[in-house]
């Protein structure tokens, strides 16, 4: 697969799509990922509808939007009416007009009516990533009755081991019953003599796709119901939640190191765009970060005066953003995995407490002793007074990595207080967080300490 | 659920597991994680064994390795034989010895020999995290069949929705059928006659957890055969899966923070164990950084002659770590998808070049603009010399930015090249790196322009 470039696949685009059809369907959305657009769309012009609407159905396939967009306007209707209407609603969210509004008229009144439904919802929303493609049985049906349904729909629906049971006269909701069971059952019973004992696990179309997530892991589900008064109106399958899953960790992390998250894979994303995504965030932290200027202004008399506590800044300011960092990280996880609850603050800020001051006095004491060590050497001479600028450097880590650690478990819970994500907390918004403060207590400790001798 | 405080439930057990009986499986797990280990097993031996078992399958069920060590050994057995194969697999890997050796020795011999297979497996591969249970057929079977076999076993099986078709005489795997596809077949035919016409995807025991999840969401799988020389010897499912990037992710994000990975949600941690996981970072971050202290100490005369240039040492440095902890983050989850690969770092570079140029020669702008702002408004004095001292920082600025980049963007590679986890590249770690470099283009550049006039 990795060898078919671009300038091969486009001696032969006849050849290529006949080369690639014996492939998985993921290989060749692979494939085509690979190529320019032009290139991916002809060979997709010569595969059967069917296989076309297959490969265009995964979601791995990057720019379907595009690809589609490309084909002459009979072409692309036949595939968008074969696709799965999640994954139309998809390709239209990113289609660019006038080309989306021409296919999307084009389309049969019923998948017309799905897919515009579907685009309502706004995205990363159970109802965004939602298929309204499911099994269904009024709970009048017998067990052998479902079965022969299923098999007459089973080509038609992305999934049929879940088999919504419902209220004939009000098509409400009633019960689950899974394909595994209903096998097992007999053909004469009922099928609700099938189903689970339990209320049916759902979701409502304005369900962060995040919690729909959880739900399907924390119960072990392939799909969960999407309910709307009481009907069902679609389902999110287990893959949906994968792929939402990591898209979600990887948007997490990004925002993690300081920047917007891309919508795009690395190696795709435009350098104008990249540029930006990485621009707005740097500049706002530089200008955070300008209040160190200002700080060290502010004490400009005691630097000259002690040119040598100058040395120990970088370190400092340094351990206070580490410390930081380590302490947003594990809230923002855990707020993510609702380990712990917005209300539960304050027990988090008591174990930061404790676990600031003692880190701190690790750091202290290697601070004290660096200084100490290089003075007794000779690598080093930091004046008649080391002993207190080690003992200002000692006690400025203390309350610094505790401000720190205390400051970067918080800044998660507050940033969701006033609605933001928690995971805007980053890194790089601690530390500069940190930094100034940083510089203010080292000066405070210092004036403290050093006063009437160096100071 | 959440009002089950540990009180209430000491006061009568009985009681507690007559209520939770009701719940759904995962809620009864969720409702027991809450509660003291003495507490909630006494509630299990409460239930009847079937439900119990279902209760430990689990794998949300956090320490069902000490509530079985806590039991009395004929209900632990007796549970332990009921349990999934690779849930048991996974509650000895962190049971203590000796209730370890006691407990396996008490299964019946296939349990144990299951058992004793998966736990030679090493932690996060497809062979540790696999299950035994699993339906095959023999390729001679017709649909009905096998659909009679499935009916038998289904009650015995994690997943009965793949079913691998062996051949009779080797065993080896010859293909894979869907329940979907069999239930949809005629039941006289030959049950390969609905199997996928392509080779099932498999994967070996030592196959990575994360690959095995990234094979299973592009191929859209609902389980993937484990398979050791043509022989199926378990499955992975999609929940193991997903269980399995959810703990990735945050391990990710955690190690990101700078810090060792948890093993437990952060309420649910010691106190000496966090202060470790934490500390061992943060003590090697603040020996490395202290290389700032030796490098300023380096310029500590041209420190001396202009004091006004460590003014700018925590912006420049922040800058610096900040444009590596964004290329760095990129990096790392662009290498986790598989979307640049190792010998692919040189267009990385050829990206990250111009890049962090631009996001610098931006900085460098805004840096001058501030300095000479303040100076025209009479906020601060930077001397006569103010002009060169801005063009310095930015200057500084662009070199730093560009190095921050670059070195942030290469560290996941060159770490993954040196047989590490790229992942490991936090954000400290490489603000760290970039810090003491930072320190030495700022004076060099401070060299080069102020020399003669400052300095």
Redesign the interface.
Known sequence: MQDNTPSEVLLDPVMSAADLAHE?V?DIA?ALNAMPTEAAAEILQHFPIEQAVEVLDQP?LESADELIATLPDDHATALLTGMSADRVAGVFRRMEEPRRSTLIERLDPETKHAVKRLLAYPPGTAGSIMTTEFVSAPKTWTVGQT?DH??RV??TRET??AIYVLDPRTHKLVQTVS???L??GEPGAPVLSVASP?RP?TVSPQTDQEDV?RL?????L?AVPVVERGRVIGIVT??D???A??RE??E???K????EA?TE???QIG?VE??RK??G???A???S??L??SA??HF?SE??KA?VL??????I???G???G??????????LA?R??RLR?WW??AL?EL??GI??GV??GI??AV?IALWQWLGF?DYGEHWALIALTVAATLVGI?TFGSLAGSMLPFILQRIGFDPASA???FV??LV?VTG?VIYFTVALAILSGTLL
């Open positions: 998985h993921a692979e791995e079965l299923i098999r089973e080509r049929v081991y394909l595994r069971r096998i097992a339990r696990v997530a399907i892991s924390k119960y072990d392939l287990v893959d939640v994968i792929d899953i990591v960790s990887t997490d992390v990004q993690f190191g300081g920047m891309l894979p690395y190696m350098f990249m540029v990485r621009a965030w740097l500049c932290l530089f200008l970060e300008m160190t200027a060290m202004q400009e630097l000259e040119i100058t040395l120990f800044i970088p370190l300011m340094s351990s953003g580490n410390s960092s380590q302490a947003t990280s594990l809230i923002i996880r855990a995995l380990e712990v539960e027990r988090v174990r404790p676990t003692t880190l690790v750091l290697i601070g660096r080093f990595v980053s890194a790089p530390a500069t930094d510089l």
